[in-house]
């Protein structure tokens, strides 16, 4: 059986068909630009990347583009073999906490809440919209980024702001890379043999989030209303003083909306340094650049920070601690200055292990700890498509 997994943003499309049960990825593309005139795409099926360009004028010219694509390079011999279409979807509000099957009112529901996430909703209703057009009777599910962070406590989602705030508008903390830490919540239940994990996930990549999750169930994380709460990031600021933004607005006369885009876009890594890909900041670091150190520094002191914050909430009660998404994965001196800074917790960096894992290299994950380690520390690349793939599948099943 082939489902397709899609991944709709607000001028791309990110797809990839799979076959189930074997969990295997068939045919996968990207799709940018859309609605302007230098649209393009990029497939890969049996190794090959085939790249195609044709100005796209919105969302349902780039589903065609994709299906032809699914039938043209042999992924299927017709589209009657797609059985299921699974969506990433930004954000499912208190609605949702779990994936559901969508129907007209799953949509009248995500519509209002556009605006938690109106960079993001728009492009995945477009998206969920184009594909019931283009397959009618096939069942579309929508996987929300929030809904693995939904089993929160209350005393961790409000945040200490008049509760008419939450009551009457929805402020609140949702949490988001939901997709990526309930992966590894599965996959540490599996390796450790048991459901009832208590685990530390550390998503860190472009954007970047950590859990707390007790009992095989999120018990806090980092992101919040938005995704910029939270870790510094690659162009996000992360957690700052709110008094910033009145003290920058009258002093810089900016307004609200351009230091929310300075906040998401031109801060982080890049607002100190000038780079935001961890690799250019090492290698600048390398060169001698003194505030691309500032900037690693701080990064990797916030991660610090959470994971000790975590670890106390969990009352020392960890199984694993989990690194994953693209910066841990790839960054074995950003695992060893973490793990190292954790010495005080009894942590304990097996350098050598560490140093063979990577996702370009043969050796993919691991534990990167001593086994005298108080916790030990596992690498593990996330799948965020295979695990919207597998909640498609349970619900068309």
Known sequence: MKFLCVNAGSSSLKFQLVEMPEE???????????????????????G?????????????????????????????????????????????????????????????????????GPLHIPGNLTGIKAMMKALPGVKNVAVFDTAFHQSMPKKNYIYPVPLEWYEKYGVRRYGFHGTSHKYITELMQEKLGKKDVNLIICHVGSGASISAVRDGKCLDTTMGLTPLDGLMMGTRSGSIDPSIIKYISEEANLSV???????????????????????DVEHAIADGNSNAKLALDMYIDRIVKYISEYY??????????????????????TREEIVNRLECLGLKLDSDVNDTIAGFKDVKSGIITTSDSSVPVYVEPTNEEIMIIRDTYELCK
Do not use: P
Not at 261 to 267: F, I, P, T
């Open 24 to 46: 295997k990825v068939i045919i996968s593309g990207y799709i940018e630009k859309i609605g302007a005139k230098d649209s393009f795409w990029n497939t890969k099926i049996n």
């Open 48 to 116: 090959e990347k085939i790249r195609g360009e044709k100005t796209l004028k919105d969302h349902s010219e780039a589903v065609k583009v994709m299906l032809d694509e699914l039938v043209d390079k042999g992924a299927v011999k017709s589209l009657d073999e797609i059985k299921g279409v699974g969506h990433r979807v930004l954000h499912g509000g208190e609605f949702y906490k779990e994936s559901v099957v969508v129907d007209n009112e799953v949509i009248k529901n995500i519509e209002s809440i556009t605006k938690l």
């Open 257 to 279: 909306q351009e230091i929310d885009n300075a906040l998401n876009k031109k801060s982080g890594l890049l607002g100190i340094c000038g780079f935001n890909d961890n690799r």
């Open 312 to 333: 106390v909430e969990l009352e020392g009660n960890v199984d694993a601690i989990v690194m994953t998404a693209g910066v841990l994965e790839n960054g074995s001196e």
